[in-house]
Nanobody, 125 residues
Framework: QVQAEESGGGLVQAGGSLRLSCKID????????LGWFRQAPGQVREGIAY????????FYADSVEGRFTASKDNAKTTFYLQMNDLKPADTAIYSC??????????????????WGQGTQVTVSS
């Protein structure tokens, strides 16, 4: 079965950095486009970053543009999210998702085939 596992979350001070990893096994990794999502308590789920299956294009939500960078390593079947200049508003559970068909918005989790359970990121001030 497909397994997606996020790691790298934790507690960080405002202005700091974290690098999240999403390890995915059980699928042909290079054929899938990948997205990062986050959800804070009492808030709607937000699609924040996306990378095409070939790694050629990335997209970001306005809330993280310029601070977060998505990348992937096909050899390691791992999707990354480098998060810099973290703010308390970035506190959320972060999860990754994969899709092989690319029709539909990258920001909507139902448009993905697989997803992980998430990792907690807490930014303190």
């Amino acid at each position: 079965q497909v397994q997606a596992e996020e790691s790298g979350g934790g507690l960080v001070q405002a202005g700091g950095s974290l690098r999240l990893s999403c390890k995915i096994d059980g699928l042909t990794f290079r054929d899938y486009a990948l997205g990062w999502f986050r959800q804070a308590p009492g808030q709607v789920r937000e699609g924040i970053a996306y990378i095409t299956s070939d790694g050629r294009y990335t997209f970001y939500a306005d809330s993280v543009e310029g601070r977060f960078t998505a990348s992937k390593d096909n050899a390691k079947t791992t999707f990354y999210l480098q998060m810099n200049d973290l703010k308390p508003a970035d506190t959320a559970i972060y999860s990754c998702a994969a899709r092989i068909r690319v029709r539909g918005s990258w920001k909507e989790k139902p448009n993905y085939d697989y997803w992980g359970q998430g990792t907690q990121v807490t930014v303190s001030s």
